[in-house]
């Protein structure tokens, strides 16, 4: 059975979001190009690791392991502990997207923070797939050419967090949850998750408190199940 199309209106407004988020969270490249040169990597290295990890957490996390002094070894597990929350995303996402051969292969390389949130909260199909290739290919985009800006720039930059881009991606972020706190469960479960995460930041290496939160929101989940939760809506196919 074919997909109705989407309305032009929703399809244009969805696009419109994906692709502010996408330019706010692509232009902190830069900051992670700098960073990485900073820590010894060349500007082809640089932008591999954009290329083909291309996840920020993690990429971020193997640079700083290795500019603190550790092994090349222990930043890589490093950023796969840290990665594996898009193992999580992309069984969300597998049955919502509904693709299959060449394109899930490819979509799984665009399966990150932002592209899951702006797939989540569509309740067809169709939306959910121009959110995630909207946001997913215009952070790709914007990302790998803001890596090797600042990876050429390099030092010439200074410290990128002094142009205010460390706030961009926050700042993204809670334009896409805000709307998600509706209802008290998800309140509860956003500052349950927020409280665990910031008290082990001090205390644990890099990865473990996203984990540790996400564990929070799965505990809520089944302890305090509610209607929007229990099933995905019905969606058009």
Not at 194 to 203: C, F, K, Q, R
């Amino acid at each position: 059975m074919s997909e109705p199309a989407l309305d032009p209106r929703e399809r244009s407004r969805i696009v419109r979001d994906g692709l502010g988020v996408g330019i706010a969270t692509g232009t902190y490249g830069i900051s992670f190009g700098a960073v990485a040169v900073g820590a010894g990597l060349s500007v082809a290295q640089t932008c591999a690791l954009s290329l083909i990890m291309f996840t920020g957490a993690s990429q971020f996390a193997l640079v700083g392991v290795l500019a603190a002094g550790g092994t090349p070894l222990s930043g890589a597990l490093t950023a796969i502990l840290l990665g594996t929350r898009n193992t999580l995303y992309g069984l969300r996402l597998a049955p919502l997207l509904d693709w299959s051969g060449a394109r899930r292969a490819a979509g799984a390389h665009l399966v990150i923070d932002e592209s899951t949130a702006m797939s989540v909260t569509r309740t067809s199909t169709p939306a959910a797939r121009v959110g995630f290739v909207s946001t997913g290919v215009t952070i790709f985009i914007l990302w790998n050419a803001a890596t090797l800006i600042g990876a050429l720039g390099g030092r010439a930059l200074g410290d990128p967090r002094t142009y205010g881009l460390d706030a961009a991606v926050g700042a993204a972020f809670l334009a896409l949850l805000w709307p998600r706190l509706h209802n008290r469960r998800n309140r509860v479960t956003a500052l349950a998750a927020a409280g665990v995460a910031l008290s082990l930041v001090p205390v644990t290496a890099a990865g473990v408190p996203v984990l540790a939160s996400a564990g929070v929101a799965l505990l809520i989940g089944a302890l305090w199940p509610g209607p929007d939760e229990t099933e995905w809506p019905e969606v058009d196919r």
